[in-house]
């Protein structure tokens, strides 16, 4: 492993964050050059301590809404598999998300599934813009720097998602996310289903990658032209190490294949 840096928001006008909250952004490199970029946006559920549980009990925090259950834990995988750099957001989805754009609603969450989050109603501009500026700013600048240090081929971003939702059953075992750069989905989707004939693979499921609702995609992949694609595993079949590392193998065996396949 290369180094392991942390960004924090000490120049970006933070009030957020007090000197024992962790920093929002974990950049881990492995080695020089890598062409592989992996991203866990929703890696962490670290809430501030300004911000208490933001009104929530510790079960709900436990849940899907907080955080992507065992998308970490692939990525640190598939990262040293690769020897790919990774950068990971250290807080809850519920205080900040950073796959989505300032402007979404779902940025700063009022309801998350079927939750109301108490900490998060009837917020002023003042107080959105400084978890943007403690939280978002830190890590968009570190990924963008992270992207911009050395040449990149491909980027990938890692999640996992709850099995039901609303109510509604989520058959898939994973979901491939992409809107112009099919074929890095395409190539992953061949990759896993070989490796495992009984496994569900869906493209652009369990939703869809929209301009005023993702920031990944749209403003770092697509913009700078890279192989990529939005990773989203079902978190009942990650939530354990041996589930991890069966994961981890489908998606280092994958990403590799994109990598041969679009040379």
Same mark, same amino acid.
């Given at each position: ?42 890696? #962490?559920?670290?809430? *501030?301590?300004? +911000? /208490?549980? @933001? ?9 899907? %809404? =907080? ?99 609303? #109510?509604?059953?989520? *058959?898939?075992? +994973? /979901?491939? @996310? ?9 190539? %992953? =989707? ?74």
């Amino acid at each position: 492993m290369l180094k392991e840096a942390a960004y924090s928001a000490e120049n970006l006008g933070r009030n957020l964050l007090g000197n024992d909250d962790p920093d929002p952004v974990l950049c881990t490199r492995r080695k020089e050059g890598a062409e592989v970029v992996l991203v866990c946006e929703h890696a #962490g559920r670290a809430i *501030p301590a300004s +911000l /208490g549980t @933001l009104g929530l009990s510790q079960a709900e925090l436990d849940r899907h %809404i =907080a955080w992507d259950i065992g998308a970490l834990a692939v990525a640190e995988r598939v990262a040293e598999n690769l020897g790919a750099d990774l950068i990971q957001q250290s807080y809850s989805r519920l205080v900040y998300d950073c796959n989505r754009p300032f402007e979404s609603p779902d940025a700063i969450p009022e309801v998350s599934e079927d939750v109301a989050v108490p900490g998060n109603q009837n917020l002023s501009d003042a107080e959105r813009m400084d978890r943007r500026r403690s939280i978002f700013e830190p890590y968009d600048a570190a990924l963008t720097c992270l992207l911009e240090a050395t040449p990149k081929r491909a980027a990938f971003s890692i999640h996992s998602f709850t099995p039901v939702y609303l #109510g509604k059953h989520r *058959p898939w075992h +994973l /979901g491939l @996310l992409s809107r112009k750069d099919t074929r890095s989905a395409e190539i %992953i =989707a061949e990759t896993i289903r070989h490796r495992d004939n009984r496994l569900l693979v869906g493209m652009n499921v369990p939703y869809m990658i929209e301009e005023d609702g993702d920031w990944f995609i749209p403003h770092h992949a697509e913009a700078r032209g890279l192989a990529h694609c939005l990773v989203e595993i079902r978190n009942d079949l990650v939530d354990t190490p041996e589930g991890q590392k069966i994961w981890a193998d489908h998606l280092t065996a994958a990403f590799l294949e994109v990598l041969e396949q679009t040379k």
